[in-house]
């Protein structure tokens, strides 16, 4: 699969766990505790393939587009704290619900950009063939990706 594309479906997995959120009742508690926990495993693994095989072969293929991967680790750095502070926070907190909706903006607006802005730039640098080899590589790395949103190197920065 193209690394692309395969960051896309994220996209796209992450995209329905928002909805389903949006759509649960406000006493909807336990549903939105999983759902949260689902978007908690998503995002992590997702970041953490994104700054630990793509970014780099971006950046490498287009230098040009170093502005955007700098900011895009920044703005994953906020993601994983809100996530880190989502795995601890109890549903029925009056707080969940408000600290779920800011993540999904947060969320929505960097793949808005990733996507309208950035991948096709990338698409162009790399091509087909270093696509689909950097596809498989991350495919591979989501089994060793680690489950705490922490863990993720932008976390730290």
């Known amino acids: 699969m193209d690394g ?17 959120f949006e759509k649960a009742g406000d006493d909807a508690h336990a549903e939105k505790r999983k759902i949260a926990d689902q978007v908690i495993d998503e995002l992590t693994t997702h970041t953490w393939i994104e700054e630990k095989i793509f970014y780099p072969a971006a950046r490498e293929a287009a230098p040009d587009t170093k502005d955007h991967v700098l900011e895009s680790i920044e703005e994953h750095h906020v993601v994983l704290w809100m996530l ?3 795995k601890d926070l109890d549903a029925a907190d009056e707080r969940f619900d408000a ?4 993540l999904m903006e947060n969320v929505r607006h960097h793949v808005e ?3 309208k802005e950035w991948f096709p730039d990338v698409r162009k640098a790399m091509g087909r ?3 689909t080899e950097l596809g498989e590589q991350m495919e591979k790395a ?3 990706a680690p489950g705490e949103p922490l863990a993720v190197p932008s976390a730290k920065h």
């Open 129 to 131: 063939n270093r696509l």
């Open 99 to 102: 600290k779920m909706s800011v």
């Open 4 to 20: 692309i594309v395969l960051l896309k479906e994220d996209h796209k997995t992450v995209e329905k766990l928002f909805k389903q």
């Open 142 to 144: 989501k089994k060793r």
């Open 84 to 86: 880190s502070e989502l």
């Open 113 to 115: 950009e990733e996507e």
